[in-house]
């Protein structure tokens, strides 16, 4: 990710510099402010929409050859020109005088909004300074998303809970709608960030969509969830190193310590506090999965199974000593429906990035490319979820593990794609780790214990103290729950498959209900700071949902299969987690050895 301008100043930029200051003023703007309404933000959206393409006038600005048009809901009090967008402010600004001091006007009720004044910022010291920390490319967000979601190794234990058929139809689907709910998040996004008001998490456009408690919900689940992605990678990485040692033929080490090993690595390489230039890193990690899931395929194809550990792990499948291999073309019915939608839940799992897809559109210099990088991400990696999946379990059947480069036989291969995994996988916790302690601490520690910000010395030193903390507990959920299939469906079910399906769909109906409620003459006046509404309660509302009645009809539709799917997620993912925990193949803190072969 791109770093922060704040962070640039606060780690070696010139002070004097007046950009760094207005930067750090930005960074330091409270973005919850409930008196800034919907239709300011739109307001500022427009116009930093509209800033965009003046400055790169040749920028091809197309959605699948089509060209998109001017908004059919432009500011109601502004008008903007083709050839200067700055040319309505200044007409708004009329006898007030120019732009500038209009834009000064605008920055003075702001500031007395935040109780300070210690110095006025014109509009474009605004625009400079929020687009100077913006410099991703559709290119870096392309590689961000597939290094955040390509991990296809569960995919054939998933092939093999659902059958071929249904397998094959329920990937395709929710890879659709992966990326129709990132598409959701993209619009909305367009529609509410602005270089005045910047739209940098999730909780932050659910906030300017359905206020406050959406926000809290929203970043409850994602601390959530990035929790809880760092734990599965801790026990992932322990069952690779346990591996290794054992497979040379060494004695085997107490497994909860090589879990708690992960866990120190994190506490001492998580204290990097921003990901610089993380798109070379990403890279790397993406071609190293590659190779992997090529090496995983050739072994497979050329040499058996490894029983013990498929005895050991899929209890859920009843492996029995010496069954041949077999597979099945849909629902075993030897198998509880139950393990069908471990298997389902899963595949939420495989599309996780939704989360952090505002994080990404927020450091772009161009946030309309999103949708490029968004749509080759998502069409390679369905491509190798869909060939790793189904070749894997093609060859292993019942035998297949997740993850499944820990099934391979000759300890010679097993050790190169589990050193690979080790690699990639904490490249990928580092990220998780990061962002997650970010959200925790901007979102949790700072609103409801008063925390001080990233940014000054305090928050310097308490970053130091929480990330060890972090990495601590989810340590100790790794240690308690080391299933790892059952921890991933759970996580898919609670809070990765919110993100991905149930929350886009509501949060651009949202947003097209309250923008389409607007009648003429309604919206925000900047000369004046206030928003003018005509009527307001449910006949508006009504009135906006009703403009595109099929679509958010289609949109309320989507919600409510999601939060269904979740809750059978979340039941079966439990289920098998009791049934592992009773038939005694896991238990909590132990020294166990889980994947012996």
Known sequence: MAVSGANMALDGGDPRDRTLSVTAALAGTKHHDASVTFEEYQYWANISRADERFEDPNHDYKLFGKVLKKSRHPPATVELS???PAAGVDRMAGKSGSGEEFGEKVIERDAQRQGSRAFTVTDEEYTTASRAVRTATWGAVFYLITTDILGPFATPWSMAAMGYGPGVVLYTIFGFFAGYGGFCLWKTFLGLDSDRYPLNSYGDMAFRVYGNWARHLVNFLQSVQLLLNVAIIIVVNGQSLEEIITGSGRASVCYVILIFVWALAGMLLGQIRT???L????????WLNVFTIFAVMGVVANTGVLPKVAEAQNVVFNVQPGQPISTSAGERPDLPFTVAVEGLANAVFAYGGATVFTEFMAEMKRPFDFWKGMVFAQLFIYFFYMLFGLFVYSFQGQYTINPAYQGVAPYAWQTVVNSIQLVTSLIAALLYGNIGIKVLYSHILIDFFGFPRLASKGGKMAWIVVVPVYWGLSFIIGAAIPQVTQLQAFVGALAILQFSYTFPPMLITGFLTLRDAMLPGDGFNPATGQTVRQDAGFSRLRRGFSKRLLFNAFNVFVFLGSLATSILGIYA?????????????????????????
């Open 279 to 286: 798109g070379w890193l990403a890279n790397f990690s993406i």
């Open 275 to 277: 990901l610089q230039n």
């Open 573 to 597: 993912s439990i289920l098998g987690m009791i049934k592992a925990y009773s038939s005694g193949s896991s238990s909590s803190f132990t020294c166990t050895n889980l994947v012996a072969g």
């Open 82 to 84: 083709e050839a200067n």
